[in-house]
């Protein structure tokens, strides 16, 4: 974006820009999270069904091995927020229903995007 932009327009726009990095960064990690609950479900079916050349003893093992890793990376998925309300949640540390200049740097932070202490100021505003 900053390559269209003037030097002082940007610095009006990039506050801006970084609130649409974040929305664009958190609804791809939902999009990742999703999937992901598609996927084992998909294997858990998938699990379920006989192959025609297995044993019964086979399938079993195969079944108890698919269904393990399934179950473990539910496990996980069920610490990952799946709404953006739960992001927010997670990110309101205080759970004041407000994210405060702290709570956005930390956010900001782990998502490894670049900002400034006037992006800040900006943002809040």
């Given at each position: 974006?900053?390559?269209?932009?003037?030097?002082?327009?940007?610095?009006?726009?990039?506050?801006?820009?970084?609130?649409?990095?974040?929305?664009?960064?958190?609804?791809?990690q939902?999009?990742?999270?999703?999937?992901?609950?598609?996927?084992?479900?998909?294997?858990?079916?998938?699990?379920?069904t006989?192959?025609?050349?297995e044993?019964?003893?086979?399938?079993?093992?195969?079944?108890?091995?698919?269904?393990?890793?399934?179950?473990?990376?539910?496990?996980?998925?069920?610490?990952?927020?799946?709404?953006?309300?739960?992001?927010?949640d997670?990110v309101?540390?205080?759970?004041?229903?407000?994210?405060?200049?702290?709570?956005?740097?930390?956010?900001?932070q782990?998502?490894?995007?670049?900002?400034?202490?006037?992006?800040?100021?900006?943002?809040?505003?």
């Open positions: 974006a900053k390559l269209f932009i003037d030097e002082a327009r940007w610095a009006e726009v990039r506050p801006r820009h970084l609130v649409e990095s974040v929305k664009s960064e958190l609804t791809a939902l999009s990742d999270t999703a999937k992901l609950h598609r996927y084992v479900e998909r294997e858990e079916t998938r699990a379920k006989r192959w025609p050349s044993t019964p003893d086979e399938h079993q093992l195969r079944q108890l091995k698919k269904l393990r890793e399934c179950k473990a990376t539910r496990k996980q998925l069920a610490a990952q927020p799946s709404t953006l309300r739960e992001v927010f997670q309101d540390k205080n759970a004041d229903g407000a994210i405060d200049r702290v709570e956005l740097q930390d956010l900001l782990s998502l490894q995007l670049p900002f400034r202490a006037e992006d800040l100021s900006a943002m809040i505003k």
